[in-house]
């Protein structure tokens, strides 16, 4: 059974520093992995999504790689900023047992930058 | 992309009563999830919606006390049946992008239940 989870649980850094969010999986046999952004009393928001055959995408301060044999990925935010703070999820779609279209989410990180 | 919207917003039921969601997509959509998310935790799959076919459900969620209907392709209900308080949670619509499989999720229902 496919388990994503994520660490830190809870973050809080001054504005402008760069940061590091991770994911680990338990089951590699995924199709693609997403990272989210949600903000409080709303919905999901795509950031970055990787292909099993892709390492790594990139959108502006963004950056999210993907080690699918070893079942990591990281977020990568530059610079951060304060409208940054939100909880950002990931989340893998596929699995030995979860078929291709079901997506398993993780725990979530819940980011604080201080202005 | 597609645009998604649910209504109610948020609801404040009674113990025993029946809650129907309904999400709005602004394209036509083969396949539409709906989402669980209680209070402090992540997402969770209730059921799978195709249109013209019945909602497979994951484990743990079954169909009489969520009940799915799909009668087109942009729209779905969602009814959270004989609430209690532990069905308090946020309730999310998402569809697939088909080509570039990005995940779009619409704004979620707040329940609350009494």
């Known amino acids: 059974k496919q388990e994503v989870t994520q660490i830190p649980a809870a973050l809080s850094v001054p504005e402008g520093e760069n940061l590091v969010l991770n994911c680990s999986f338990t089951d590699s046999a995924i199709y693609n992995l997403q990272w989210f952004r949600q903000d409080p009393g709303k919905g999901l928001t795509s950031l970055l999504l990787i292909q099993s055959s892709q390492r790594e995408q990139t959108s502006g301060r963004l950056n999210a790689s993907l080690d699918k044999s070893s079942g990591r990925s990281t977020l990568y935010i530059a610079a951060s900023q304060p409208g940054d703070s939100a909880t950002y999820l990931c989340a893998v779609r596929g699995g030995t047992t979860s078929g291709t279209y079901k997506y398993i989410f993780g725990t979530g990180t819940r980011l604080k930058v201080l202005a | 992309s597609a645009v998604i919207s649910q209504k109610p917003s948020r609801d404040i039921c009674q113990r025993g009563t029946s809650l129907t969601i309904q999400c709005q997509v602004d394209?036509?959509?083969?396949?539409m999830f709906w989402y669980r998310q209680q209070p402090g935790q992540s997402l969770t799959l209730i059921a799978t919606a195709n249109q013209g076919s019945e909602a497979t459900y994951e484990s743990g969620f079954v169909i009489d006390k969520f009940p799915i209907s799909r009668p087109n392709l942009t729209f779905s209900t969602l009814t959270v049946s004989n609430m209690s308080p532990e069905d308090s949670s946020i309730y999310l619509c998402?569809?697939?992008?088909?080509?570039?499989?990005?995940?779009?999720f619409g704004p979620g229902t707040r329940l609350l239940v009494l």
């Open positions: 998402s569809v697939g992008d088909g080509k570039a499989e990005t995940q779009y």
């Open positions: 394209s036509q959509v083969t396949m």
